[in-house]
C-alpha cells in the first residue's frame, strides 16, 4: 500500500513561486500515475497535473507553462513546480495515486490521496 505525504504549501504574493513535494511509500511507487490535484474553499477538487510511470505529463489548460510536476522513483518523491502564482491558485493541494503505470488523458481513475497543503496566493 502507497502512502502520501504532501509539503510545500504557503503563503505567497502573485507572481510568487513555490514548489510542493509529495513522499511516497511502498515499494510500487514507480508502477503509478501520480498527480497533484486542488480543492479552493466551496469547490470541487480539480486535477491539476499527473505524471504517469514513464514520466509522461498532463496538465489542465489553465497552468500550462507555468507548473512543472516531476517525480523520482528512487526517492519516491513527486514534486510540482508552480510559477507565476495568481489568486486563482489558492486552494489545498493533494497528491495522489492511481494503480495504473499510465495515466488517462482525461484524469480519471481511482485515484487515492494524501494529506493536503494549503497554497493561499494574495495579490
Known amino acids: 500500500q502507497v502512502q502520501l505525504v504532501a509539503s510545500g504549501g504557503g503563503t505567497v504574493q502573485v507572481g510568487g513561486s513555490l514548489t510542493l513535494s509529495c513522499q511516497g511509500s511502498?515499494?510500487?511507487?514507480?508502477?503509478?500515475?501520480m498527480g497533484w490535484f486542488r480543492q479552493a474553499p466551496g469547490k470541487d477538487r480539480e486535477a491539476v497535473a499527473q505524471i504517469g510511470g514513464s514520466g509522461a505529463t498532463t496538465y489542465i489548460d489553465s497552468v500550462k507553462g507555468r507548473f512543472t510536476i516531476s517525480r523520482n522513483n528512487g526517492k519516491k518523491i513527486m514534486t510540482l513546480q508552480m510559477n507565476s502564482l495568481s489568486p486563482e491558485d489558492t486552494g489545498m493541494y493533494f497528491c495522489?495515486?492511481?494503480?495504473?503505470?499510465?495515466?488517462?488523458?482525461?484524469?480519471?481513475?481511482?485515484?487515492?490521496w494524501g494529506q493536503g497543503t494549503q497554497v493561499t496566493v494574495t495579490s
Open positions: 511502498g515499494n510500487l511507487f514507480s508502477n503509478y500515475c
Open positions: 495522489g495515486r492511481t494503480p495504473s503505470y499510465w495515466c488517462r488523458s482525461d484524469f480519471s481513475g481511482s485515484w487515492s
